[in-house]
């Protein structure tokens, strides 16, 4: 297996968990995409329970690609990228300024202090497609690390449509989770939902501007909300909320980035990513550095199936991914499989917070991932690589052991967190 056995069973590596808001480089208006999709062959509209599970992403991407071509193509693999923009890590003087010879414009300068690096993206020439444009920068600067700005989406769905009543309001009683600090890059939050009212939030991103989304919002509720009966995995501690899609269809690369650098900078020990795409050079960096230093990284696997590639961040030596069960704890049919797969959490038949006031079933990884996060949260608190080890460590003595005995591609190290917690059913 991929990396717990590097990680945890060796205990050598401490696995991953500014620049103004103003400067970043986002998504040019790309809409966030709403379900039902229509179908990419009939145009009929599909919903969420209609579209076979591990065809939901690829749905997402085609639609990205019809509606917004003029800003977003694909890559050689297939996944989504900001078209004619490609991103730059820490390049040399001499390197940018035979770009810009070569015709490349900067379209914006981000100094990622948290982490000791500088994230340029660079404008291809007129008449450059974005390949060719790569390989260009590639060519001109061997040593250099350049990518394209890929788009990352959310790895998870409402598995129903109904609303849910909200609990009745309570005052929230004081919790030992108060020194605990985790972070959160997805989708903007509604933080006035009752489950988050009294949640101790500090938001990041998109201008400063609210743009609040379902997935956000669930994977926050899970992770600090509080409602009368219903109680995330850390009720009372502080949630560092970086939204990377600002109401758009996709988190660029270059936001990503920056939002963790924020997290780098508000030294911020777990952060929860149930985000999935590409893998990139430049996300290569980004983790390691993040792991380096002491953070974790905690993201989804993903839910394009079993036979399907394995998708990124998650799929980084070190970064630990999170798979989903259901209510009998078998592994999601749509979960990702491979040696990525580290720990298995619930991912279904449970419910959490909606845009509004409601809450929605949910299913997918994306929403067994904040259990992993929030159980490494309760004990890593402070950015220390022996703390992150050592927590990893302890998780993974005492997950429960599913499918093939031992270590598998399936279940990874086996099953944490369970039973759910108050008003998750």
């Known amino acids: 297996m991929k990396r717990l056995r590097n990680a945890l069973g060796l205990l050598l590596i401490a696995v991953v968990a500014a620049a103004t808001a103003s400067a970043q480089v986002g998504v040019p208006g790309l809409p966030q995409l709403p379900l039902p999709l229509p179908d ?3 145009g009929t509209l599909r919903t ?8 939901l992403r690829r749905l997402r991407i085609r639609e990205l690609l019809r509606t917004e071509r003029d800003t977003v193509e694909a890559d050689p693999a297939g996944e ?6 490609l991103g730059a890590l820490s390049p040399t003087p001499e390197a940018l300024e035979r770009a810009l010879a070569a015709g490349f414009t ?42 394209y700005n890929h788009l990352y989406l959310d790895s998870g769905v409402a598995a129903s449509a109904q609303e849910i009543p909200a609990a009745s309001s309570a005052e929230p009683a004081p919790s030992p989770a108060s020194a605990i600090r985790i972070g959160l890059i997805d989708t903007g939050i509604d933080a006035g939902h009752p489950a988050l009212a009294e ?16 997935h956000g919002t669930a994977i926050a509720s899970l992770l600090v909300g509080r409602n009368g009966e219903f109680e995330g995995m850390l009720p009372g501690a502080t949630l560092y909320a970086a939204d990377v899609f600002c109401g758009h269809g996709g988190g660029s690369l270059s936001l990503l980035a920056v939002e963790l650098d924020w997290m780098a900078r508000e030294r911020v020990p777990v952060v929860n990513i149930s985000l999935v795409g590409a893998k990139s050079v430049l ?13 974790l990284l905690v993201a989804a696997v993903g839910n394009d199936g079993p036979a399907a590639a394995p998708l990124f961040p998650a799929a980084y030596p070190e970064v630990v991914g999170v798979t989903g069960v259901d209510a009998k704890q078998r592994v999601l049919p749509e979960a990702c499989r491979g040696e990525q797969v580290d720990f298995a959490a619930r991912g279904a038949d449970f419910r959490a917070a909606q845009l509004g006031t409601g809450f929605s079933d949910v299913r997918g990884t994306s929403f067994a991932t904040p259990i992993v996060a929030g159980l490494l949260a309760a004990g890593h608190v402070a950015v220390d690589r022996a703390s992150a080890a050592r927590v990893l460590e302890v ?31």
């Open 80 to 85: 989504p990228i900001l078209r004619r923009q």
């Open 40 to 42: 990419p062959v009939t």
């Open 395 to 425: 998780l993974a003595a005492g997950a429960a052991d599913l499918g093939r005995e031992g270590i598998d591609t399936t279940y990874g190290r086996g099953l944490v967190g369970a039973p759910l917690r108050p008003g998750w059913e």
């Open 283 to 295: 996300l290569t960096t980004l983790v390691r550095v993040m792991g380096e230093r002491g953070h």
């Open 106 to 147: 900067i379209l914006s300068e981000q100094s990622l202090e948290g982490l000791g690096l500088r994230l340029v993206v660079l404008q291809a020439p007129r008449g450059m497609s974005t390949r060719r444009a790569l390989r260009r920068l590639r060519d001109l600067d061997p040593d250099g690390s350049y990518d």
């Open 48 to 55: 969420a329970q209609s579209v076979p599970r591990v065809d």
């Open 199 to 214: 949640a101790n939030i500090e938001t990041h991103g998109c201008d400063g501007r609210p743009t609040p989304a379902f």
